[in-house]
């Protein structure tokens, strides 16, 4: 079969594609490639460079051999609208450049969603780490008393009334405590806010 394959014209070969392959669009197009596989192979041989050339403009975004595959279910999909088997190259060369282009935009897609799942993750974590870092590193400005109560109500969570009896305090010391830890936490972001906004000027 090969040998008789060989000795065809690129014409011959299309013209037997084409009435081997059924018009009927609810066809499977892998099952009509694996019946024709002689002929698709004949035709790679001819249009390696072709195809080598435009799987390298796809930025060898999948495996050569997929990259193919690809080409020849396209192909199988159009060819009953090839008209002349004489323009047979350069309907196919459109068809191997059209996949090539399919695959690299699937590729970056693919790529954008994989980018965009790290970053996410990274932003996670960067949130989960640096929080807590910020909120302990106001505290630990505060004064002894201001910052226990802080650590335990936000930190902890610690209700009033709990942290009034680890303390040994009562509830409106506790609160006291609490409220003054807040205004000097909220004064100390106002300044180094100021002091930071001053230093990008």
Same mark, same amino acid.
Not at 25 to 53: K, Q, V
């Given at each position: 079969? %090969?040998?008789?394959?060989? %000795?065809?014209?690129? @014409? ?10 059924? #018009?009927?669009?609810? *066809? ?8 024709? !596989? ?20 796809? +930025? ?12 020849? =279910? !396209? ?8 008209? *002349? ?12 450049? !059209?996949?090539?282009? @399919? ?6 897609? +693919? /790529?954008?969603?994989? #980018? ?7 932003? /996670? ?11 302990? *590193? ?18 902890? #969570?610690? #209700? ?15 609160? *006291? ?11 100390? =972001? ?5 002091? =930071? !906004?001053?230093?990008?000027?």
């Amino acid at each position: 079969m %090969s040998l008789e394959l060989h %000795s065809l014209t690129v @014409e011959q070969l299309v013209s037997g594609l084409n009435e081997k392959t059924p #018009d009927d669009e609810a *066809s499977d197009c892998r099952e009509g490639l694996m019946h024709r !596989s002689d002929y698709c192979e004949e035709l790679i041989t001819r249009f390696e460079p072709l195809l080598r050339h435009a799987w390298r403009r796809g +930025a060898f975004a999948t495996e050569y051999q997929e990259y193919v595959q690809d080409v020849f =279910l !396209s192909l199988f999909r159009w060819l009953p609208q090839l008209r *002349s088997p004489q323009a047979f190259p350069g309907f196919f060369r459109r068809i191997a450049l !059209s996949v090539a282009a @399919e695959h690299a935009r699937k590729s970056t897609r +693919a /790529q954008k969603r994989k #980018d965009q799942e790290i970053d996410d993750q990274i932003y /996670q974590l960067d949130e989960t780490i640096s929080i807590p870092i910020f909120i302990k *590193s106001y505290l630990e400005r505060l004064p002894h008393r201001e910052r226990t109560v802080l650590t335990l109500n936000y930190l902890n #969570d610690f #209700d009033i009334n709990e942290i009034a009896r680890t303390m040994n305090l009562t509830d409106s010391e506790v609160r *006291s405590l609490k409220h003054r830890g807040i205004k000097r936490l909220r004064d100390m =972001l106002r300044i180094d806010t100021e002091i =930071l !906004s001053n230093t990008e000027k």
